[in-house]
């Protein structure tokens, strides 16, 4: 029986669906790529629940930055969605989706009639967790970004992606994104900052310069800015909630470890990640 999500005319025409994942055309992976698919293994960006008290996972260190990121990306979101003019719903793009975590918060979070949501990812494995953990109502396309239809969205998100992309292919990566958005299109970044050592999956953290120099060529930044603050205050309660042995799992004390983390802090040098919102510049 066909998907009902394979009425749509864009999915019937390309079949996502239905076609292997282009991964499996490429001849090597590098050491980077292979250890984030090993990764996926595991669905781990869902091991953190996004609740008004966030509940983060013994198993995963990052949690607590990964769920600041996500209240970070959810109020761009809610931004993007209350400037929206238009009677459709707002069209967005997670490119690099992975497991599929981003999307089904959102998906949760707003109704279809207003957010239209899709994921692309070129890994098989984290294509199929994403499928799994998100409705029929997301379109998770296992494919290659620069393959789908250009202008198509009117946003687009970029979530801790542009580390695993080799520095020399990073220009073509970010064009690709900017192709599909409508000119005016929305973007929503963030990066590891130089500020932390460069994890053994990632080609290259970024510093503040770094990143803007990735989007020139297509965008103007609209923002910048760090958070996953690294000062002392926020240390010491990582510190306090996360011990070698246990977790301190009080909601009152999750909750500020995470709101710590979401502060944006204009210097970046003192935070481990780095966001940027930017606008597609007209073509």
Not at 82 to 107: K, M, Q, T, Y
Not at 256 to 265: D, E, H, I, K, Y
Request: with cysteine; aromatic share 8%.
């Amino acid at each position: 029986m066909m998907h009902p999500a394979s009425t749509h005319p864009r999915i019937r025409r390309h079949h996502h669906r239905l076609r292997p994942c282009k991964e499996s055309r490429r001849p090597m992976r590098s050491p980077q790529d292979q250890r984030q698919a090993e990764a996926y293994a595991f669905p781990y960006h869902h091991l953190p629940a996004l609740t008004p008290v966030p509940t983060i996972s013994r198993y995963w260190s990052f949690a607590p930055s990964y769920v600041a990121g996500l209240w970070i990306v959810t109020d761009w979101m809610d931004r993007n969605l209350s400037s929206n003019p238009n009677a459709r719903a707002w069209r967005h793009v997670d490119i690099g989706c992975g497991d599929g975590a981003l999307l089904r918060h959102l998906s949760r979070r707003v109704p279809a009639d207003r957010l239209n949501l899709t994921g692309v990812d070129t890994d098989r494995r984290a294509i199929a967790w994403a499928r799994m953990f998100n409705d029929a109502s997301v379109d998770i396309v296992c494919d290659a970004h620069t393959n789908m239809e250009p202008g198509h969205f009117d946003s687009a998100s970029l979530v801790e992606v542009l580390e695993h992309v080799p520095p020399e292919c990073v220009p073509a990566f970010v064009s690709g994104a900017a192709r599909l958005l409508r000119n005016g299109g929305r973007l929503m970044v963030t990066v590891p900052s130089v500020a932390k050592p460069t994890e053994a999956k990632h080609y290259q953290h970024f510093s503040r310069g770094g990143l803007l120099a990735a989007l020139a060529d297509d965008f103007d930044v609209d923002a910048v800015a760090g958070f996953e603050n690294r000062l002392w205050p926020a240390r010491v309660l990582r510190k306090l909630v996360w011990r070698k042995r246990f977790r301190l799992d009080w909601p009152p004390t999750t909750h500020l470890l995470v709101s710590a983390m979401a502060r944006r802090r204009s210097n970046t040098e003192c935070c481990g990640r780095i966001l940027a919102e930017a606008t597609r510049r007209s073509a």
